[in-house]
C-alpha cells in the first residue's frame, strides 16, 4: 500500500486542515493512523478520518475504504460495502477498484454475480494500467465468463502482465506454455514462468512445478524435488498440492512414508472443499490409515466427494450401501 519514512510532523501538518473538513488533509490524517505513521496505530481513527474523506468524494479514501471492508480491518467485514466504495471509486477512473469491483462481479462479493460486468470491469482497470486486471481480464478470455473465449487473447493478457513482474500472470503464462493454451506448447518456457512465478511465492505455480517434476514433463523426474515444491504451496494453502503430498506420504514417494502425515494434508485439502482429497481422507477412514478407523466418517467424505462428481467416491457410495 503506503509507507511514510517516519515524518513525526505529517499529522500535525494535515491534522487542522482534515478539522475544518479538507478531504485531502482527512484523506491522510486517516493514512497516519492506518499506517502508525508520526502517530500510534489505530484503525477506528483511520476508518472514521478514510470515511470522511471519502463521503466528500476523495476517490482514493473509497477505494481503501473498499479494502479495508472487503479485508475486515478496523470494521466488520462486509461485502455489500466494500462494493459500495469500490464502485464509487470506480466511477472516477481509480484503477485498482475498478478491478476490485470487478472481482466482486465475478465472485459475487456483495454484488449479484455478473460475468459480463466484470469483465468489463476489468478490460476498464487494464486501459488504466492496473497490472493485476492482466490476469483477471486474461482468464475471462480463456474460461469464456462474460466474454466470447479467446485463449490466443488470454494469452497475450498474460504475457504483458508476466514481463511487468505479475506472480498470477507469470503462473498462468507457464500453463499455456505446458498446456498449450494460446500457443504452443514449450516446456522450458513453461518451466521458465513458473519459476518465476514460484520464485515470488505463487503457490499455483510452486504446484504446477511440483507436477513437473512427479510427471518428469519438461524436467528430469524427480520425486524428491517434486514433494519440496508441494510442500512450499501446500503450507500456503494450496488445496491440489495438499492433496498431492498427502499421495506422497501414503505411498512413500520422494519423502518418508507416514499414513499419519497423509491423513493430515489429505484433511486439509478436504476442508477446503477438494474431492479427491475428500475422497482419499474418506479412505484413510475406511481402513484406518494414519487416523483411527471411522466408517461414519468414512461416508461422510464420500459422500462430500461424490456431491462433487468424484466417480470413484460415488463407487465407493455404492460399496458402502450395498
Avoid at 118 to 128: G, H, I, M, T, Y
Avoid at 177 to 204: E, M
Avoid at 249 to 265: C, D, F, H, I, L
Wanted: hydrophobic share 35%.
Amino acid at each position: 500500500m503506503f509507507g511514510f519514512g517516519g515524518n513525526v510532523n505529517k499529522i500535525d501538518k494535515y491534522y487542522k486542515k482534515a478539522k475544518k473538513g479538507d478531504p485531502e488533509a482527512m484523506y491522510q490524517v486517516g493514512l497516519c493512523y492506518l499506517y502508525g505513521d508520526s502517530v500510534a496505530e489505530d484503525l477506528g481513527e483511520a476508518v472514521a478520518w478514510l470515511n470522511n474523506a471519502a463521503c466528500k468524494g476523495h476517490m482514493e479514501a473509497q477505494a481503501i475504504l473498499g479494502n479495508l471492508y472487503h479485508n475486515g480491518e478496523g470494521v466488520q467485514r462486509d461485502y455489500a460495502m466494500a462494493a459500495k466504495w469500490y464502485e464509487r471509486a470506480a466511477a472516477q477512473g481509480h484503477a485498482g477498484a475498478l478491478n476490485a469491483l470487478g472481482r466482486a462481479y465475478s465472485e459475487g462479493w456483495g454484488v449479484p454475480v455478473n460475468e459480463a460486468k466484470a469483465a468489463d470491469l476489468f478490460a476498464k482497470a487494464v486501459e488504466r494500467g492496473n497490472i493485476a486486471a492482466l490476469y483477471n481480464l486474461g482468464y475471462c478470455y480463456e474460461n469464456g465468463e462474460g466474454v466470447a473465449q479467446d485463449v490466443a487473447r488470454a494469452f497475450n493478457l498474460y504475457a504483458q502482465g508476466a514481463k511487468k513482474g505479475d506472480g498470477s500472470c507469470e503462473n498462468a503464462l507457464g500453463e499455456c506454455y505446458f498446456l498449450g493454451v494460446g500457443t504452443a506448447k514449450d516446456y522450458k518456457q513453461a518451466y521458465n514462468w513458473l519459476t518465476k512465478a514460484a520464485s515470488q511465492n505463487h503457490p499455483g505455480a510452486q504446484s504446477n512445478l511440483g507436477y513437473m517434476y512427479e510427471a518428469g514433463e519438461g524436467v528430469k523426474q524427480n520425486y524428491g524435488t517434486a514433494a519440496k515444491w508441494y510442500e512450499k504451496a501446500a503450507n500456503q494453502g494450496s488445496a491440489s498440492a495438499q492433496n498431492a503430498l498427502g499421495n506422497f506420504y501414503m505411498e512413500g514417494k520422494g519423502v518418508r512414508q507416514n499414513y499419519s502425515k497423509a491423513a493430515e494434508y489429505y484433511r486439509e485439502a478436504a476442508e477446503q472443499g477438494h474431492p479427491a482429497g475428500q475422497f482419499n481422507l474418506a479412505l484413510c477412514y475406511e481402513k484406518g490409515l494414519g487416523i483411527i478407523q471411522d466408517l461414519d466418517s468414512a461416508y461422510e467424505w464420500f459422500s462430500r466427494a461424490a456431491e462433487q462428481g468424484d466417480e470413484d467416491a460415488v463407487e465407493a457410495l455404492k460399496r458402502f450401501r450395498g
